[in-house]
Nanobody
Framework: QVQLVETGGGLVQAGGSLRLSCAAS????????MAWFRQTPGKQRDLVAS???????DYTDSMKGRVSISRENAKNMMYLQMNRLKPEDTGVYFC?????????????WGQGTQVTVSS
């Protein structure tokens, strides 16, 4: 099993920045691609950014140019740098990791960290 713990959320004014971190522990050798998702009340979790094990990144259009995803495999860490935040970026941000050892198995999720952007 893998445990994912997110930190770095909080309250920030529009235009501000936050850096989210995701720490992985447990069977970390099973972790492949990782990603950040955002969820707002009553809605599904939406992909914000993803990164493969080798470092290839992808971003949702709404945040492209304002966020940067990165990972340090040696430290079992993933990050999301968010700049020029907007009120619509508010939500709970979840860390996600795919299981590369067992294709088709359930991915791993963190417990989420709240990001609130005030106008």
């Amino acid at each position: 099993q893998v445990q994912l713990v997110e930190t770095g959320g909080g309250l920030v004014q529009a235009g501000g920045s936050l850096r989210l971190s995701c720490a992985a522990s447990g069977r970390i050798n099973t972790i492949g691609s990782m990603a950040w998702f955002r969820q707002t009340p009553g809605k599904q979790r939406d992909l914000v950014a993803s990164i493969t094990y080798s470092g290839t990144t992808d971003y949702t259009d709404s945040m492209k140019g304002r966020v940067s995803i990165s990972r340090e495999n040696a430290k079992n860490m993933m990050y999301l740098q968010m700049n020029r935040l907007k009120p619509e970026d508010t939500g709970v941000y979840f860390c996600y990791a795919a299981n590369r050892r067992t294709p088709g198995s359930n991915p791993y999720w963190g417990q989420g960290t709240q990001v609130t952007v005030s106008s």
